[in-house]
């Protein structure tokens, strides 16, 4: 079965890190696109940052940006979301997301067709 698997998540005081992985079963993420979205209660989800199939191009959602890096391993086919600076309102489930094919760039705002899902991992920002 084709699959993300997202893990790293958990509860951390307000100023904490988390970092988050998401891997694939049953395939590589040779050639895809990554996105990393969450969802907090009562809120639709969110785009928080992707990165380009290639990896040199990355894109964050404003409210993220200069506090998490998105980075993957090619090697070993995982890709990462380093969250620095936690705040509460960072809380939500964390969700990634890949496209397959060759692509230059990311957009953290833009409407891709994602083709996987992972089933997601909580980060809760309390003190």
């Known amino acids: 079965q084709l699959r993300l698997v997202e893990s790293g998540g958990g509860l951390v005081q307000p100023g904490g890190s988390l970092r988050l992985s998401c891997a694939a079963s049953?395939?590589?993420?040779?050639?895809?696109?990554i996105g990393w979205f969450r969802q907090a209660p009562g809120k639709e989800r969110e785009g928080v940052s992707c990165?380009?199939?290639?990896?040199?191009?990355?894109d964050y959602d404003e409210s993220v940006e200069g506090r998490f890096t998105i980075s993957r391993d090619f090697a070993n086919s995982i890709a990462y979301l380093q969250m620095n600076s936690l705040k509460p309102e960072d809380t939500a489930i964390y969700y990634c997301?890949?496209?397959?094919?060759?692509?230059?760039?990311?957009?953290?705002?833009?409407?891709?067709?994602?083709?996987?899902w992972g089933q997601g991992t909580q980060v809760t920002v309390s003190s």
């Open positions: 049953g395939f590589t993420l040779d050639y895809y696109r």
């Open positions: 990165i380009s199939s290639l990896g040199d191009m990355t």
């Open positions: 997301a890949a496209q397959h094919g060759m692509f230059r760039q990311c957009v953290v705002r833009e409407s891709y067709d994602w083709e996987y």
